[in-house]
C-alpha cells in the first residue's frame, strides 16, 4: 500500500517536473501570492477570472495552476492580516490579533518569518494525508452505488452550506438556489428545456465562469466600491532580515505549529470545513491549553504560528474529499471541480485510475509550489509589502475588464457578459441581505450530478425513499447530516456566546472581503 | 409593530427566499411532466427544490420575526454608492454595447473607463489613464498573444 503510493508519487513529480507544468505552477503560485497580498482581491475572484484563460492548455496544467493560486493566496493572505490588521482573506483573520499586536511591537517581520515556516510545515502534512488518505478512500468510493453518492452529496452540500460562515439556515437557502440554478438548460434524460425563459443560449446552462465572476467580481467590487480606504502603510517597512525569529520565539511557536496542523489536518477531514473554521478552532485551542490564556492578543507567537499552519494543513487536506470523491467542500474546490469539468475530465473516485497524471502530478506540485512560495516570500518579501500600497481604485476597474473577457472567451458570445451583469447584480442583493454567495456555487456544481444520481437511485429501487435508511453506508452519510444539523441548532440555542463571537468576527471579515468563503 | 418588522434585513431575506421558492415550485408543477418517484419526470427534482426553499424560507422568515431588532441594522448600507453601483453595472454593459459594434479595443477603454468613474476620489483625467493602459496591456495580450476571435477594430455590427 505505502510503497505503490510512493511510486506513483515518483510518477507524479515526473509529471509535475516537466518544464511547463513547472511554468504554469509557478505562474499559478506567483499570482495567487500577488492576490493574497492585495486587500481587495481574494483567490475566488481570481480563480474565477483565469478560469477561462486555462481552456487553452492541456488540463494537467490547468490544475496546477488553479491549484497553485488557492495555495499561494494563502502565503500573501497572511502578510495582509500581520502588516495591515486586514482580514483580506478570511481564514487569516484571526491571525490578525496576535499578529497584528507584534507588528506595532516591532516584530512583525519575524511573525511572517513564523508564518512561512508554519505554512510550509502545515502544507507538508496536509499533502502527507493526501497521498495515503486518497487511494483508501476512492477504493471504499468505488463501491458506491447511485444512493450512496446520492446521500455523501447531500451530507457535503449540507455541511458545506451550514458550516461556511453566516447564517445556517441562509447557507441551506444558498444552496437550494445553486441547485435550482444547476437545473437550467435541457434535461439530460428528456433533452426539455428548464428555467430557460425561453432563450435559447440558456439550453446549455449557466456558463460556471459567468456565475463565479458575478457573485465574486461584480457583487463583491459593488459591495467594496469606495469602501476600502487607502490602507496605513506605516508599518510595512519589513526586509530580508527581519524575518528571522529570536530562539525564544521559535522555541514558543514549534509545539504551537504541530498543534495547529493536527487540528488543521483533523478539519480536512470534515467535509464542508474549510480553512477559515480550521484556523479559528487552532486560534481556541492555542488560547485554552496556554498557561497565560489572558495574553492572547497582545502579540503571542503562538497565536500567529497554529492558526497559519492549521489553515496550510486544512487548504492541502481540502482537496482529498474533492480529488478523490468529486465532492468539493467549499466554493474554490467547487470552482477547480468545474474547471475539471471544463476540460472535459470527469471528476469522481474513478479519477485517480482514468488520469493518474492530473491526481499524481497535481500533489507533487503542492511541493513543488510550497517551496517556490517559501523561496518567493522569504527574499522577496519587500517587493510584497509594497503591493500592499496599491489602491483600490486601479484594481477593480482592471479586473473588470479582465472579468468581461474571460466571460467572453468561454464560448465567445456577448449574451454571457451580459449574464454575468444580471448575476452580479442578484449577488450584490443577496449580499445586502446577508446570504453567502459561495454556497451557491457549491450547490451549482454538484446539482446536476445529484438530480442524476437521485433519479438512478430512485429508478433502482422502485420510487422507495427509504433505500437512504436500508443500505448502511449512506444511512451513516444521512444520520451524520442530521447530527450536524442538531449540533448546529444547541449550539445556537444553548451557546449564543459562541454564536456571538462568531457573528463580530464575520462581521469584520465582511467589510473587507464579503464574497470570500 | 409591522412597521417595525419591516426595517429588519431578515424579513426581506425570508420574504424573498419564499417568493422565490414558490415561483420554483408552482413553475415546474404547471409546466413540467412531474412522473412518478420511479420514473422521474424533468419537474419532479425542481418541484423538490422549490418546496424546499419555500420552508427555508418561512423559517428565515419565522426567526426574523421572533428575534430583537438590532437598533443599528438598515436595510441598505449606510453609506449608499448609488454612483458606485452604477458604473460598476455600466463598465461590462459598455463592454458589450462598444464591442458589438466598435471591436476590443474599444470596448476594452470604456469597460475600463466606466468602472473606474465608480471611485469617487477618481477623476475623468485618471480613469482615462488607467482606461489607456489596460487597453493597449488587454489588446497585446487577448489579441497578438491569445489570438482571441474578438476584432480588435470594427465598424458597425
Not at chain 1, 166 to 181: D, E, V
Request: hydrophobic share 50%.
Amino acid at each position: 500500500m505505502i510503497q505503490s503510493a510512493l511510486s506513483d508519487l515518483w510518477f507524479g513529480f515526473g509529471v509535475a517536473l516537466e518544464p511547463h507544468n513547472i511554468m504554469w505552477c509557478f505562474i499559478g503560485v506567483l499570482i495567487g501570492n500577488m492576490v493574497g497580498v492585495l486587500p481587495g482581491m481574494g483567490p475566488l475572484a481570481t480563480i474565477s477570472i483565469l478560469l477561462p484563460l486555462t481552456f487553452g492548455i492541456k488540463p494537467v496544467g490547468a490544475i496546477l495552476m488553479l491549484a497553485g493560486v488557492f495555495y499561494g493566496a494563502q502565503y500573501g493572505g497572511a502578510i495582509c492580516s500581520i502588516l495591515l490588521n486586514l482580514p483580506c482573506h478570511p481564514p487569516h483573520a484571526v491571525t490578525c490579533l496576535d499578529g497584528f499586536p507584534l507588528t506595532k511591537q516591532g516584530r512583525g517581520g519575524a511573525a511572517l518569518g513564523i508564518t512561512v515556516i508554519a505554512s510550509f510545515i502545515g502544507a507538508s502534512w496536509g499533502i502527507t494525508e493526501m497521498i495515503f488518505l486518497s487511494p483508501v478512500l476512492v477504493k471504499v468510493a468505488l463501491e458506491f452505488g447511485p444512493s450512496e453518492i446520492c446521500a455523501l452529496m447531500f451530507l457535503g452540500l449540507l455541511a458545506g452550506s451550514t458550516l461556511a460562515r453566516g447564517s445556517p439556515l441562509k447557507g441551506i437557502a444558498m444552496t437550494l438556489l445553486g441547485l435550482t440554478l444547476g437545473i437550467v438548460g435541457s434535461d439530460l434524460d428528456t433533452g426539455m428545456p428548464r428555467f430557460t425563459a425561453g432563450l435559447p443560449n440558456l439550453l446549455d446552462g449557466i456558463e460556471i465562469v459567468g456565475l463565479a465572476l458575478g457573485l465574486f467580481g461584480i457583487a463583491e467590487f459593488m459591495k467594496s466600491v469606495n469602501q476600502i480606504t487607502a490602507v496605513n502603510t506605516s508599518y510595512t517597512r519589513v526586509g530580508l532580515r527581519d524575518l528571522k525569529p529570536t530562539r525564544e520565539e521559535l522555541r514558543r511557536a514549534w509545539p504551537a505549529m504541530f498543534r495547529g496542523t493536527l487540528v488543521g489536518s483533523l478539519c480536512a477531514l470534515i467535509p464542508g470545513t474549510g480553512p477559515t473554521i480550521a484556523s479559528f478552532i487552532a486560534y481556541a485551542t492555542e488560547k485554552k491549553i496556554s498557561k497565560t490564556p489572558e495574553k492572547f492578543g497582545t502579540g503571542m507567537i503562538e497565536g500567529v504560528a497554529s492558526p497559519e499552519a492549521s489553515t496550510h494543513s486544512s487548504v492541502q487536506g481540502d482537496f482529498i474529499p474533492t480529488m478523490s470523491l468529486g465532492i468539493p467542500g467549499d466554493a474554490v474546490m467547487a470552482l477547480i471541480l468545474g474547471a475539471l469539468m471544463i476540460q472535459g475530465v470527469v471528476p469522481g473516485p474513478q479519477l485517480i485510475r482514468t488520469h493518474p497524471d492530473i491526481f499524481w502530478g497535481l500533489i507533487a506540485s503542492f511541493w513543488i509550489g510550497n517551496i517556490m512560495l517559501v523561496l518567493l516570500n522569504v527574499p522577496m518579501i519587500g517587493i510584497w509589502v509594497k503591493l500592499l500600497a496599491i489602491p483600490y481604485k486601479y484594481l477593480y476597474p482592471s479586473a473588470m475588464f479582465f472579468l468581461c473577457i474571460g466571460v467572453y472567451s468561454t464560448n465567445n458570445d456577448m449574451f454571457q457578459v451580459g449574464e454575468t451583469v444580471v448575476i452580479g447584480l442578484v449577488g450584490y442583493i443577496l449580499l445586502l441581505l446577508d446570504f453567502h454567495p459561495a454556497p451557491i456555487l457549491l450547490g451549482f456544481v454538484l446539482g446536476p450530478r445529484f438530480e442524476e444520481n437521485f433519479r438512478r437511485a430512485m429508478m433502482i429501487e422502485r420510487g422507495d425513499l427509504t433505500v437512504f435508511l436500508r443500505h448502511p453506508i449512506s444511512l451513516v452519510f444521512v444520520s451524520l447530516a442530521f447530527s450536524l444539523v442538531a449540533t448546529q441548532i444547541y449550539l445556537r440555542l444553548r451557546k449564543p456566546k459562541v454564536a456571538a463571537a462568531e457573528k463580530a468576527l464575520n462581521a469584520r471579515i465582511d467589510a473587507v472581503a464579503p464574497a470570500e468563503p | 409593530m409591522f412597521a417595525e418588522q419591516l426595517k429588519k434585513r431578515d424579513v426581506y431575506a425570508g420574504v424573498l427566499m419564499t417568493l422565490l421558492g414558490a415561483a420554483i415550485s408552482l413553475n415546474s408543477y404547471a409546466n413540467y411532466r412531474l412522473g412518478t418517484l420511479t420514473q422521474m419526470g424533468p419537474g419532479m427534482f425542481p418541484l423538490m427544490l422549490g418546496v424546499a426553499m419555500t420552508l427555508v424560507g418561512m423559517l428565515i422568515l419565522g426567526n426574523a420575526i421572533v428575534a430583537e431588532r438590532d437598533p443599528d441594522e438598515t436595510i441598505l448600507p449606510a453609506q449608499r454608492e448609488w454612483r458606485g453601483w452604477a458604473c460598476i453595472l455600466a463598465g461590462p454593459i459598455a463592454f458589450i454595447v462598444l464591442g458589438q459594434y466598435f471591436g476590443l479595443a474599444a470596448a476594452t477603454f470604456g469597460c475600463v473607463f466606466v468602472a473606474a468613474l465608480g471611485e469617487r476620489s477618481s477623476s475623468v483625467k485618471e480613469a482615462a489613464i488607467l482606461a489607456a493602459i489596460i487597453t493597449v496591456v488587454g489588446c497585446v495580450v487577448f489579441s497578438l498573444v491569445l489570438k482571441l476571435s474578438f476584432p480588435l477594430v470594427r465598424w458597425g455590427v
